[in-house]
Every structure is written in C-alpha cells, then in structure tokens.
C-alpha cells in the first residue's frame, strides 16, 4: 500500500493541477489575471523547474529515510510505539519542522531573496502552488527534509503519507476556487484551507508573516503567527515587483541576486 502511495504521488500532483485548474477557469473564485495565457505560461515554466529538481532531491532524501532506518536514529527509533502513533507523530513532527523552515525564510534576509518569488505572483491560481525558485527548492525541500528525516526519526511510510497529504493541499491553497464556507470556518481549525493560506499572500507585509503552517493551523495558532482577515479584502503578490516585465521567468530566476 505505502509502496502504491509512493508511485502515485506525481500522478496525484498532476492530477490535481489538472483539475482544480479546470475548476478556477470555469467558476473563479477572486479576479483572474488580466493577461491570464501569459501569466499561467510563466508559473508553469518556474513550477517544471522545481518539479524536476524536486524530483531529483526526492531521491536524496529517500536515501536519508533509509539510512535512519537502518541505523536507528533520530527523536522517533528512539522510543518504542505503535506504528499508527509514530506515523501520527512523525507528520506532526515533519510538519512543525516546515512551519519553523518557513517561518525563517520570511525572516532571515538570505532566505526571504529566494522566497519572494513564490510570494511575487500577483494572481493568485493552480499554476502558483509550484513556483518557487530553484534554490530554494534545494535549500528547504532538499537539505531541510534531509536533515529533518534524519533528526525525527521519520519512517518512509510517514514521509510518504505526509507527502501525499501536502501535495494536494498546496494545489487545493493556491487555486483560485472558494470552498463552501461550512467546509472552509471547521476545516481550517485543523488543516490551512485555500482562505487561510490566501491571507499569507498578502502584500501588506504583516499579513505575508502570517500563516505559515503548510498543513496544520494550529502551529499559527500557538505560536500567535495567524491573523482574522479574509481573501477578498486583501491585494496578493508583493507591491514592488507587480509590473509585468518583472513577472518574466528571467527576471524572477534573476530576482534573488538583484540589489532591491
């Protein structure tokens, strides 16, 4: 079964992006893009970059599920208990690993060059739920799920069910699709929902450092990182880089090693 999950997490993820894509074109939930084919050209030409190298990585850190494995080590083999538990755990931990991991790319200077290019998509949809730049993508999918496999402990059947948890979800948070508000007010008490996530997108820089949890609300909420506002009320993207020649796949690989 974990072996089947495995396989399947790219036609999950694919599969996703196809649907909700369809879904956002026929009933949008905010405004679209103005120039919409340009705009969903660039972010999926940034999202097969990180894909492929995502992909690859992917690889690297299957390797440090095994090695921990095999030697024992990390928080979780040190401790005896039911395989439903540990799973359990190990999401939780992976999860606040990621929450920490995000929370320091928006407040160490380094990070944050390479995070905005996520953050700079001024239209939010489907075809933002990947684009982030390729070192970034080394830097927290790689090196940090590595060394956070290794530090907790995590068994491969808790890295594979975490993974085919999150990546739905960050299709599900980007799209530009509203849920219903009574699957949306309870969900988002435990899981970030499309609403809670779309207020970290904001431009006003408060709001941006906010949410930062990739599955779970309640890493917000006890860290007091979370803020009551809702999509509608708020503008997305980051307010110096909104001009279209700046939305280009050059000038965002270029962004992180620009002076502004």
Known sequence: MIELLANLQP???????ILMYGIENMRPYLQKAPNQKQH????????????????????????????????????????????????????????????GMHNLSHRIPLLWRFHRVHHSDPNLNATSSLRFHPFEVVLTQGIYQAAAVVLFGISMPTFIIYGCIALPLIILQHSNVKWPDWIEQPTRYIFATPGWHKIHHSDDRPLTDSHFGDVFTFWDRIFGTWRPTRPEDIQYGLTEFKEDSKQSIGYQMMLPFRKN
């Open 11 to 17: 036609l999950i993820l694919v599969g996703m992006l």
């Open 40 to 99: 969903d050209l660039r972010n999926a030409g940034m999202s097969l970059i990180s894909f492929v190298i995502n992909g690859l990585l992917g690889l690297g850190v299957l390797v440090s599920v095994e090695w921990t494995a095999a030697n024992q080590f990390g928080i979780l083999n040190q401790i005896t208990l039911p395989n439903w538990v540990e799973i359990i755990l190990g999401v939780l931990l992976i999860d606040l690993g990621s929450y």
